[in-house]
C-alpha cells in the first residue's frame, strides 16, 4: 500500500485505467472518483472499482492522499480550482495530462503550497476514451514522464519518490524530465503525428474528385492507419494543441520545411535522396520495436483495442 486514499478527478480512459491499475497491484486502499459526466458516473459505479463516485470534486478529494487529475489539459485548472479547498495538507496532487508546462502552472496556481504538486504524463492510450475502454494492463511497460518543480523540500523529493513508487508498482518505466523539454518532445512524437492525420483525412474527404465512398472503399494501409489516429477525441486534442501551441508551431515549421524539400527531391526525381531518407525512418521504426514501445507487439498478453499501435497522446 502506497497511498491510503487516492483521488481521481475525471474518470474515462486514463483515470480509469490508473484506479483498475493501482487496484490491481494493490498500492492504494479507498479510491475516490470525482467525475462531471452522469453516464460516465454510472458507467463507473457499475464497474465497482470506486468506493465513492461523486459529481462533487471538493468531496472526492478530502482526505486523499494522492489526487490524480485525468481530465482534458483545459479542464486542469478549473478543476484544481474546485477541489483546491479541500485537500489534505501534504497530498500529492498529481495529473496525467499530455501538456505539462501549462499544465503544472495551473495547478500550482491553483492548489494551497501546503500540498506537493508533481505533473505527470503516461504515454499510454489509445485513440478511445470513456471508463469502459480502461484496462489494468495499459501502463505496462509504458513510459511515465514526472516533470517536478524544483523545491527544497525534503518532503518534496519524498513525494516524488513515492509517485515515481506508484507508477513502477502500475507496470510503468519513470522518467523524470523538464517541462519545457516535455512538451517539445511529445509535440514531435505524438501531437504533430495526430495533426497530420487530422489534416490527410481532412484533405481526403474535401478532395471533389474523389468521392467519400470511394475513400472509404479503397483505403489503404496508410490511409486506414490515419484514420483510426484521426478518430482520437475532439475535447482532448483541441485542448493540447491550444495548450502547447508554442513546441507544436516550432515543430509543425521544421515539417513543413522538409515536407518542401521531399517535395524538390520529388520534382527533379532525386531516387537517391528519397531511398536515404526513407531507409534512415526504417531503421527508427526497427528501434522503437526494439525497445519495446510498439504496442502492436505481442507484450504483455493484452488484447484489447488499446493495443493497436496508434500514436499515444
Ligand atoms: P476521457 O476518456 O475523455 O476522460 C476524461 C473524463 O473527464 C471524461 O469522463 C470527462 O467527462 C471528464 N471531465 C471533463 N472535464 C471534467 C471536469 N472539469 N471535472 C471532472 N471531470 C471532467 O479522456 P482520457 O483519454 O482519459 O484523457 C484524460 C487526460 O489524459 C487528458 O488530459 C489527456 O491529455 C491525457 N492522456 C490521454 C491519453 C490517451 O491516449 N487518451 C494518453 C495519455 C494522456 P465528459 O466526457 O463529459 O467531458
Redesign the pocket.
Given at each position: 500500500m502506497i497511498y491510503p486514499k487516492m483521488a481521481v478527478?475525471?474518470?474515462?480512459?486514463?483515470?480509469?485505467?490508473v484506479i483498475r491499475a493501482a487496484r490491481a497491484a494493490g498500492v492504494v486502499g479507498s479510491v475516490a472518483v470525482?467525475?462531471?459526466?452522469?453516464?460516465?458516473r454510472a458507467q463507473i459505479t457499475a464497474l465497482g472499482y470506486a468506493d465513492l463516485v461523486t459529481?462533487d470534486?471538493a468531496e472526492a478529494v478530502a482526505d486523499a492522499d494522492l489526487v490524480v487529475?485525468?481530465?482534458?489539459?483545459l479542464?486542469?485548472g478549473?478543476?484544481a480550482v474546485?477541489s483546491a479547498a479541500a485537500l489534505k495538507p501534504g497530498a500529492t496532487v498529481t495529473?496525467?495530462?499530455?501538456?505539462k508546462v501549462s499544465?503544472g502552472d495551473a495547478l500550482r496556481a491553483a492548489v494551497p503550497a501546503s500540498v506537493y504538486v508533481i505533473p505527470g504524463?503516461?504515454?499510454?492510450?489509445?485513440?478511445?476514451?470513456?471508463?469502459a475502454?480502461?484496462f489494468a494492463e495499459l501502463f505496462q511497460g509504458r513510459w511515465v514522464i514526472l516533470t517536478p518543480q524544483a523545491d527544497d523540500r525534503p518532503e518534496y523529493a519524498d513525494a516524488t519518490r513515492q509517485l515515481s513508487d506508484f507508477w513502477t508498482a502500475l507496470g510503468a518505466q519513470v522518467d523524470t524530465m523538464d517541462a519545457a523539454h516535455h512538451d517539445l518532445v511529445l509535440a514531435v512524437t505524438s501531437h504533430l503525428p495526430h495533426l497530420i492525420a487530422y489534416n490527410i483525412v481532412g484533405t481526403a474527404a474535401d478532395m471533389e474528385e474523389v468521392t467519400r465512398a470511394e475513400v472509404m472503399k479503397y483505403s489503404a494501409g496508410g490511409f486506414r492507419d490515419f484514420t483510426r489516429i484521426a478518430a482520437?477525441?475532439p475535447?482532448?486534442?483541441r485542448?493540447?494543441f491550444l495548450a502547447n501551441k508554442d513546441a507544436v508551431l516550432e515543430v509543425l515549421g521544421r515539417f513543413t520545411e522538409d515536407l518542401q524539400a521531399l517535395s524538390r527531391s520529388i520534382r527533379w526525381g532525386e531516387g537517391d535522396k528519397l531511398f536515404e531518407l526513407f531507409s534512415r525512418t526504417r531503421d527508427i521504426r526497427q528501434g522503437i520495436v526494439a525497445a519495446g514501445q510498439d504496442s502492436a507487439e505481442p507484450n504483455f498478453g493484452r488484447d484489447r483495442p488499446?493495443s493497436d499501435g496508434?500514436p499515444?497522446?
Open positions: 478527478i475525471g474518470c474515462g480512459l486514463i483515470g480509469s485505467s470525482g467525475e462531471a459526466s452522469p453516464a460516465h459529481d470534486m487529475f485525468a481530465v482534458p489539459v479542464a486542469m478549473p478543476a474546485t495529473d496525467v495530462g499530455s501538456v499544465v504524463h503516461p504515454i499510454a492510450g489509445s485513440e478511445q476514451s470513456g471508463p475502454a480502461g482520437s477525441d475535447t482532448m486534442w485542448d493540447i488499446a496508434a499515444k497522446p
